[in-house]
């Protein structure tokens, strides 16, 4: 069975970062591209971050470019999304994927919320 369960999720303040994780199993981890999703209430998904299978190549969206980092360790069957300088627009539940445009499989996502 295909998994995917995302953490590191909670509340920060402006300009204060967290990272999330998203853990895989039920596939073999290094042969596929995973990203990020997110998706803010009342909006629809938007592509936040993707990467290789190897983790050289890296793609983030305009509105994340500078500010967000994904990083994977296929030793532990993880993918990694380290948030710097984070602003209320960041607000949203952040979902993993497996893929890099085609989303075969979801985790349940996490919960970031960005406030004072």
């Known amino acids: 069975e295909v998994q995917l369960v995302e953490s590191g999720g909670g509340m920060v303040q402006p300009g204060g970062s967290l990272t999330l994780s998203c853990k895989v199993s039920?596939?073999?981890?290094?042969?596929?591209?995973m990203s990020w999703v997110r998706q803010a209430p009342g909006k629809g998904p938007e592509w936040v971050s993707s990467?290789?299978?190897?983790?050289?190549?890296?793609y983030y969206g305009d509105s994340v470019k500078g500010r967000f980092r994904i990083s994977r360790d296929n030793d532990k069957n993880t993918s990694y999304l380290q948030m710097n300088s984070l602003e209320p627009e960041d607000t949203a539940l952040y979902y993993c994927?497996?893929?890099?445009?085609?989303?075969?499989?979801w985790g349940q996502g996490t919960q970031v919320t960005v406030s004072l």
């Open positions: 994927a497996r893929g890099r445009s085609d989303y075969e499989y």
């Open positions: 039920g596939f073999t981890f290094s042969n596929y591209e």
């Open positions: 990467i290789n299978t190897i983790g050289i190549s890296t």
